[in-house]
């Protein structure tokens, strides 16, 4: 395990960068220690102010914020109580265990890991000591995490390249935007790596939601009768760009030979994934009923499924596949039952009557002006944001004070007229 320790000077900057995530289906939150609160019920508002309610007992301390991150090795995919346990007693450890904190599952890179967000501002205004936090507190609470739940030790240990890539969070290439080599290095290190797959076409309708393609070359060709493989950045259109690179020169060697021995090892391991994305799947289309391919789609995206029609000469669908990029595992349809083939949903959406759209409302002349009410006013008590309206709180900037300058503030004197002489 590595622990990371950053400190800052503004709890709303890391809080909304871990709200961010939760919005993007790329987190979700494990933990609120000392809320008073289930982490569900908690609202934007209610965090915030949490951690407000103590920066204001001192407002002389300006670095006030401690965000930390606990990073896992691959392969260590703990229970979620398990992670509680861990965050528990590592902010324990470091003195933090009577202060508010909020621990978030991270989900947008290849290894697991934990982000915390709390202050060291104590009720009664002081301040826990942050000065070589890492090296006497972390650092010994790390090495005795690691002896007590069985986790990969950090120390002793270098990081290789393909480690480095593989801590990278997974974006989609962009030809002329970023350097080929890197981009493509980095997503086929991933996703050859953390994806369950069975073929290299499962495998390339992963690598292309990533604008990237595994190729063979045609069949006539030397490259495929040996066995080559290369990879190549996708456009917009997904049209090969730029130079191809053979796999043998990649970080990994993600050669043919490398992709058949994982094909025949993930075969094994994916019964348990697939009931789980045949009941997401299920639950999404009982909730929210879509009636065309494009709600299908939108309706799956909120369950980190993306949904790809496989269609043949004159647009003729004849298949289905399913990335699952919360479980990292890409399934084709007649794999989860004939209820999730192809036909049978083109079916189903045919069945399902569209929502009727709702009246429109003639506009209504506006209300005299009047005392505008604060956020907490217009809401009950209990009542939560919704997406849209917590993620213009998280993206707009932070309100500066409204004033004028002292200069055009002060009033002008009025200038008295002389009366004419008589």
């Known amino acids: 395990m590595v622990a990371r320790i950053i400190t ?11 709200e961010q995530k939760v919005l993007e289906g790329k987190a979700e939150l494990l933990l609120a220690h000392r809320f008073l609160q289930e982490p569900e019920t908690l609202r934007w508002e209610d965090k915030l102010q949490r951690f407000a309610r103590l920066t204001e007992k001192n407002p002389r301390v300006r670095t006030n914020c401690v965000h930390i991150s606990l990073n896992f090795a691959m392969g260590e995919n703990l229970p979620g109580q398990t992670l509680q346990a861990i965050a528990t007693e590592y902010m324990a450890r470091l003195d933090f265990g009577g202060q508010p904190y909020l621990v978030y599952r991270h989900t947008d890179a290849a290894h697991p890991h934990l982000h915390i967000v709390t202050t060291n501002l104590q009720p009664d205004g002081s301040r826990i000591p942050l000065h070589n936090l890492g090296r006497y507190r972390s650092e010994p609470a790390r090495k005795a995490l690691e002896l007590r739940y069985g986790l990969t030790q950090a120390e002793g240990q270098q990081e290789t390249p393909l480690e480095a890539l593989l801590r990278l969070p997974l974006s989609r290439a962009r030809y002329g935007k970023s350097e080929t080599r890197r981009s493509i290095a980095h997503i086929v290190s991933v996703v ?13 309708a992963v690598l292309g939601s990533f604008r ?5 070359g045609g069949e006539q060709t030397q490259m495929h009768r040996r066995g080559g493989l290369h990879y190549r950045l996708l456009d917009d259109s997904g049209q090969p760009v730029g130079v191809p690179l053979k796999a043998s020169s990649l970080p990994g060697k993600p050669t043919l030979a490398t992709l058949e021995r994982r094909f025949a090892q993930h075969k094994q391991l994916r019964k348990p994934l697939r009931n789980k994305l045949r009941q997401r799947v299920a639950e999404a289309l009982q909730a929210y009923r879509p009636h065309d391919r494009t709600s299908l789609a939108a309706c799956l995206e909120r369950a980190q499924i993306q949904v790809l029609f496989r269609e043949g000469a004159g647009g003729r669908v004849y298949g289905v596949t399913f990335l699952d990029h919360g479980q990292r595992a890409v399934f084709n349809g007649s794999e989860l039952g004939k209820a999730y083939s192809a036909q049978a949903l083109l079916d189903r959406l045919k069945a399902t009557t569209p929502p009727i759209p709702a009246p429109r409302q003639e506009a209504r002349p506006s209300p005299a002006p009047g005392p505008v009410s604060t956020a907490s006013q217009e809401s009950p008590p209990g009542q939560g944001l919704s997406a849209p309206s917590l993620l213009q709180e998280l993206l707009q900037a932070s309100p500066e004070p409204a004033y004028l300058p002292y200069e055009l503030s002060k009033r002008r004197k009025r ?8």
């Open 212 to 216: 990237v393609r595994a190729d063979r």
């Open 415 to 422: 200038r008295k007229r002389r009366r004419p002489g008589l």
């Open 8 to 18: 800052g000077k503004s709890i709303r900057g890391a809080l909304r960068y871990n």
């Open 192 to 204: 050859t790596r953390t994806y369950s797959y069975t073929s290299l076409a499962e495998l390339n």
